[in-house]
C-alpha cells in the first residue's frame, strides 16, 4: 500500500510539472520590426518548435498564446501560476538601435529561474555560433510575477542584417529551439 502510494505520487508529481512557453509579444504588440520581419511572429514560431520536441519527449507543455493575438503581461505569469509546479520560458528575439549588438542572452530573476536560465543558454551557446552575451538577471515583469522557476531568451538580434536573415530560416529556427528544449528537459528531469 505504502509501495503504492508512493508510486501514485511519483506518477502524479510528474504528471503535473507543466512547460508554459510564453512567445513574446503578440497581436497590436508587434515587438521588434526589421528587415520585414517581426518579433511577434518569430518568437511564435521558435515556441512552437520547443513546444513539439518537448512533447516527442513526453513532457507537458502549454502555450500563452497559438496565434497572433495580444497576451498582457500578468495574464502570462497568471497562466503559469494556475499549476502547481510550472515553469514558464519566455522567448524573445533583441534589437539594437545601434545596429551593432549581435548574440544571444538569456535572463532570470531567482535562484531557480538561474539554473533554468544557465541550463537553457548553455545549450544555446553550443548549438550557435552567435556571441555569448551571458546569463543575466533582470527584473522582467512576467520572471517577477512567476511563481515558479521563470527565464527569458532573447534568441538574437533582429537589428544585425546577419543575424536577422539567420532568425528567417526553418533551419535556424529548429536548432535555436532543439537547444531551448534541451536545455528546459535537463532542469527539470
Ligand atoms: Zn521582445
Redesign the pocket.
Known sequence: MVILSALLLGAHSQATQVVVLDP??GGVDG??CWGGLR?KNL?LMIAQRVESVLRSRGIRTVMTRRSDRFVPLYARAALANGFRSAVLISI???ADPQHEARGIETFYTGSSGYRLARSIHTRLDHRTSTPNRGVKRKGFSVLLNTRGAAALVECGFMTSRSERMLLATAAYQQRIARAIADGITASIR
Open positions: 513574446g509579444h515587438g521588434a518579433e518568437t524573445h528575439c533583441n
